[in-house]
């Protein structure tokens, strides 16, 4: 290998080693919206998670910090007071619906089930 192929390739090497993809999270964005979103932006780059937000038939999607992915956080922000929300971390995770399902009585019902078939 030549010398000056020996600089390209550790400098290749050290450019991949140091410089990130440059990819940021991609979530759903619409605000107070009855539907699902279909409508999606690219986050900033101090923004880490996906947010949906649910108060009554309406529904919020955006951008969101995972640090701020709280009761209290969200409360204070929107001035809401009665809502469910669900956060995550991967490109248009914030799109499937919040069921608002108990796991606890989803584990009784399911328990009861399988009871009631044994008997």
Same mark, same amino acid.
């Given at each position: 290998?030549?010398? %000056?192929?020996? @600089?390209?390739?550790?400098?290749? @090497?050290? +450019?991949?080693? !140091? #410089? ?15 539907? +699902? ?32 992915? *709280?009761? *209290?956080? @969200? ?9 469910? !929300? !669900? #956060?995550?971390?991967?490109? +248009?995770?914030?799109?499937?619906? @919040? ?12 328990? %009861?089930?399988?009871?009631? %078939?044994?008997?």
């Amino acid at each position: 290998m030549t010398k %000056m192929n020996c @600089i390209l390739l550790t400098t290749c @090497i050290v +450019l991949i080693a !140091f #410089c990130g993809s440059g990819s940021t999270l991609r979530c759903y964005h619409c605000d107070n919206s009855p539907t +699902l979103c279909r409508t999606n932006s690219t986050c900033l780059t101090t923004e880490d998670t996906c947010l949906q937000l649910r108060f009554g038939k309406l529904r919020t999607f955006s951008c969101w910090k995972t640090s701020q992915c *709280n009761v *209290n956080e @969200i409360a204070d922000s929107f001035l809401l007071d009665n809502f469910e !929300f !669900f #956060c995550c971390q991967h490109d +248009l995770c914030n799109e499937s619906a @919040i069921t608002g399902v108990n796991k606890a009585a989803f584990s009784i019902a399911s328990v %009861m089930a399988m009871l009631w %078939m044994l008997l």
